[in-house]
């Protein structure tokens, strides 16, 4: 039998496949019972919470999904709500009207609507920390029997989405279940204290072995961390590649360690908060920390400042929420310019932008205003689809145009891409170079004039809609890793690289 040392170096052999870094966008879905009564304070963002010295900071948590955690919080503002709207109605009679409402629920009208957006894999929320599961599983829950959808919710969306040519991929809450540990928690401490034990890492571990072998899922997606040693989780990571080869699993796999035992006394929680407020402001947002084996990292409403040496997938909500929250006003939500914008940083520095989707738990449909951001998405990415899906970043992934607007660059073979955020119909890009045979145009092929500068390249943007990134095709230019100085300044020759051709 394979030791657990050379399970976990078989799993490291394990390359993150092309697909996945090439589709730079997808859709996650968080759809549970917590939908239906659509409630969390959008006052702070959870980052900011992580970093509050507040023992119940969490209590006030945006992200709607974790409503059954706020109500255990009398005085939080999702109990004070719960109780003029709903009175002592149980959280789990929500399930109820979620079902309900599946009578609407239309899983080709969403696959299209992803698809329409650009998307190249779609990962659902199969479980969630709740423990409702959106597929009717075998694995009996011990605690809350019947605790699933008696529709396959989870077969039927992987079948439309499939259908698209999209990639189906699963989130599954290894971390935390409800259903076998309700501890409050109200900071991260309190989070690692939640991770169940007793008879939950054998259920977990059984309920992911379902969703393997019943559908194949491209993307495993987990979150907080594994409730059972590594020794245990190996052999599971290993058999999920053997069944999708070409699947990926993120960085959230945190296997449990006695060191988990720390959470279980007031000085070690402190201790916790004390390094996950540290890590928070280290890093400016919910950076997890990094498993044993991951294939890619998963910053929570962050993106990185250049390019990262591993792969990587910035997770966010179109708002302050995963789960669809009801008080979200417009001032909560991506505009069209930062949406758009989000998507091409992300692809210059090499990375993935997982966009959440919220449908609403009473009707199974997705909010107008979500809707309109999948609209945006679709009439930009497609259309700039060659400029964004299958590029990989440039020594410089981007900077300010000499006019002072923001830039970013993808590359493709002999192409160079470039974004640009602003109005000024004539730009200077400083750090590119052109050769004899530079050639410029718009993605459609239309020439666009341009000449040699002394700071760069000067080049006429091609018009764009409101709100949108402006894009020029370059080939056969020369592209600085920093910004090329003025001709005559002192200093290094900054390292450079040819697109198309030799220097």
Not at 76 to 87: K, T
Not at 406 to 429: D, M
Request: one cysteine or more.
């Amino acid at each position: 039998m394979a030791s657990t040392r050379s399970i976990l170096s078989h799993l490291r052999s394990h390359e993150v496949p092309a697909w996945w870094r090439d589709a730079k966008l997808g859709i996650f879905v968080h759809w549970t019972p917590a939908s239906v009564p659509a409630f969390a304070p959008t006052q702070s963002d959870f980052s900011q919470l992580m970093a509050s010295r507040r023992p119940d900071a969490l209590a006030d948590a945006p992200y709607a999904e974790w409503y059954e955690n706020s109500l255990r919080f009398p005085d939080s503002p999702a109990a004070r709500h719960h109780r003029s709207v709903w009175a002592d109605r149980p959280y789990r009679s929500f399930a109820d009207d979620f079902e309900a409402g599946l009578e609407q629920w239309d899983p080709e009208g969403w696959s299209a609507r992803f698809a329409a957006a650009g998307a190249g894999y779609v990962v659902l929320v199969a479980k969630h920390a709740d423990g409702w599961c959106l597929w009717p599983t075998t694995v009996a829950n011990p605690n809350v029997p019947k605790w699933h959808s008696r529709r396959d919710l989870v077969g039927e969306l992987a079948e439309a989405v499939r259908a698209r040519g999209m990639r189906f991929g699963l989130y599954y809450s290894g971390g935390l279940d409800s259903t076998f540990c309700a501890r409050p928690m109200g900071s991260m401490g309190d989070v690692i204290a939640a991770v169940p034990r007793g008879p939950y890492p054998a259920y977990a571990e059984a309920q992911v072995r379902e969703l393997i072998d019943r559908y194949q899922p491209s993307v495993l997606w987990n979150d907080v961390a594994w409730p059972s040693l590594a020794k245990d989780l190996w052999p599971l990571l290993a058999a999920y590649y053997d069944r999708v080869p070409d699947g990926v699993v993120n960085d959230r796999w945190m296997p449990w360690s006695p060191l988990f035992r720390l959470a279980d006394t007031s000085i070690g929680r402190r201790a916790l908060d004390a390094a996950f407020r540290r890590q928070t402001r280290a890093s400016g947002g919910l950076l997890p920390p990094k498993p044993p084996h991951f294939d890619y990292r998963t910053p929570e409403y962050l993106t990185f400042d250049t390019v990262q040496d591993t792969p990587w997938e910035c997770v966010r909500g179109m708002d302050r929420s995963f789960g669809y929250n009801a008080e979200s006003a417009p001032e909560h939500f991506l505009s069209r310019e930062e949406l758009l914008w989000t998507v091409v940083d992300i692809a210059a520095k090499g990375g993935n932008l997982l966009l959440n989707v919220g449908p609403r738990g009473v009707d199974a449909q997705i909010p107008d205003e979500q809707l309109d951001r999948l609209r945006w998405l679709a009439a930009f990415v497609p259309p700039n689809r060659r400029a964004i899906v299958g590029t990989r970043p440039c020594p410089r992934p981007g900077s300010h145009t000499v006019e002072g607007e923001a830039v970013r660059y993808t590359a493709r073979g002999s192409h160079v891409f470039a974004f640009v955020r602003g109005t000024s119909e004539r730009v200077t890009l400083p750090d590119v170079r052109a050769t004899d045979a530079t050639t410029a145009t718009a993605v459609d092929g239309i020439p666009l004039s341009w000449s040699g500068h002394p700071r760069g390249l000067q080049i006429d943007l091609p018009p764009a809609d409101a709100g949108e990134p402006r894009v020029a095709v370059l080939d056969n230019v020369v592209v600085h890793r920093r910004q090329h100085p003025e001709a005559g300044a002192p200093g290094p020759r900054p390292a450079r690289h040819r697109y198309g051709g030799e220097p």
